[in-house]
């Protein structure tokens, strides 16, 4: 996702044993986690989001894989209308 000027990936990813949703920086070769990107993250974040560490802005594990795609479009939506939200406040 293109925002001002800066990318973020929307992403599910599975390790050995879990799988989790979160958003990320959009290259590795870009480490470094961007202040506008943050900041349009902190309304959409809750609780259950871990926050900020590494390659990640956000992310969180689910424990129901028959959830995991109906959170992750939930993630898209909230990012999406925060983006709205915003570009609105700016007019």
Known sequence: INYQKNKFSVAIEKDSSNIYIGVKVHSYKEPGLKEDIIKLLNNVFDNSYKIGVNYWY??????????????????????????ERLSENKK
């Open 58 to 83: 956000g992310w969180k594990y689910i424990d129901n894989y028959g959830q995991v795609y109906s959170n992750f479009e939930l993630l898209l939506n909230k990012i999406n209308q925060e983006i």
